[in-house]
């Protein structure tokens, strides 16, 4: 059974790319077989894994506008057990494209139950709550989501919330909140303390106990073409992204 997860949040730079990258690349190097999905025109995620620009055809555009699963979508990353399929600034065309069809917020659905051999499915979405990101949440088991532990955190996170109902009562009643995963955390700030408490206060245990901290290598990475834990392992985030997806993993079958 492969299980998809969506990392969404429709702010923009709260650690959804960063997320996704690392939590994959973590899933990967505990043993699980991994496909991240570039849902995000920005393509970072495909940068992020090494991916230069004239290697991601088809992408994930290509898969939607021939609503037709493609084998040469997908491909190998430098991480051993971590597959893309990548997307390029064409995929913003895709807003208006899918807004004409029939069933437009099953298309990605459709795409991705052509993939078999996968332990997880991960969904780097687009800071919007368009259709992008409602076909993401319609074709995941669950969603996780990054919050910036920022002064805004909780700003938006209502809205998040309401679309997420309401995607579960209209296309896809299974899916639920995987968890909310602090990021960009800095212990040394009383603000963030505050705010982390804040978030715990509101939302409970759905709150992932690891955190993840402010850590220049997190940032650096991505210039590089290597995830984090490629790029130096032992830095502060590795080790918590690492920490992360073991926390993911512990928690299954915890929570209803
Ligand atoms: N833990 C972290 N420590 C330092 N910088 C981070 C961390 N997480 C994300 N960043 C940086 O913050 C910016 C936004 O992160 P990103 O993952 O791209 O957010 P989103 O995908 O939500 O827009 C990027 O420049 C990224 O490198
Ligand atoms: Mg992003």
Redesign the pocket.
Known sequence: MTKIISIA?Q???????????NLATSLSAINNKVLLVDA?P?G?ASTGVGIPYENRSPSLYDLIVNREFDAKSIIKTIVPDLDIITANTNLAASEIELANIENREFVILEILSKIKNYDYIII?CP?ALGLLTINSLVASNSVIV?L?SEFFALEGVSSLVSSIQLIKENFNNSLRVEGIVL???DKRNSLSALVEKDVRDHFGEIVYKTT?????K??E??SHGKPAILYDVNCS?SM?YIGLAKEIINRQGLIK
């Not at 702010?11 to 997320?19: A, F, I, P, Q, S």
């Not at 993840?212 to 220049?216: E, L, S, Y």
């Open positions: 949040n702010k923009g730079g709260v650690g959804k790319t960063t997320t996704s990258i995000d920005q970072n780097d800071p990054p910036q990021t960009m955390v993840i901290p402010r850590n220049v997190i940032s990475a991505p985030g918590a």
